[in-house]
């Protein structure tokens, strides 16, 4: 069982850069995949990061090259650095988590595998 909290969303013009943090109520690392998903008006919630407790990171097409996930330990904290923004990354964007071995395979971006959910940050992209 683990609460997560996201921060970090604005409203930045394009071209410009934002780092969103998920804060988890205990450590996460050694015992859960992550993830970070968006939704935007009218659309389906869709995957945009991923991060097994293995390390190992999945991205989704739109993103590779300009948005980049982490964790650091220390402080339970996952993270997500975001470059180069463009309108169409508008949305609310969530971190999740669930239980895993270390790997998450090609399940990684899939919202309907995760249990735990933050309450969102909006990210507005002009």
């Known amino acids: 069982d683990v609460q997560l909290v996201e921060s970090g969303g604005e409203a930045v013009q394009a071209g410009g850069s934002l780092r969103l943090s998920c804060a988890a109520s205990?450590?996460?690392?050694?015992?859960?995949?992550m993830g970070w998903f968006r939704q935007a008006p009218g659309k389906e919630r869709e995957g945009v990061a991923a991060?097994?407790?293995?390390?190992?990171?999945r991205y989704a097409d739109s993103v590779k090259g300009r948005f980049s996930i982490s964790v650091d330990n220390a402080k339970n904290t996952l993270y997500l650095q975001m470059n180069s923004l463009k309108p169409e990354d508008t949305a609310m964007y969530y971190c999740?988590?669930?239980?895993?071995?270390?790997?998450?395979?090609?399940?990684?971006?899939?919202?309907?595998?995760?249990?735990?959910w933050g309450q969102g940050t909006q990210v507005t992209v002009s």
């Open positions: 999740a988590a669930v239980a895993c071995g270390g790997g998450n395979g090609y399940w990684a971006l899939n919202p309907r595998m995760y249990g735990y």
């Open positions: 205990r450590s996460i690392r050694s015992s859960y995949c």
């Open positions: 991060i097994g407790s293995d390390g190992g990171t």
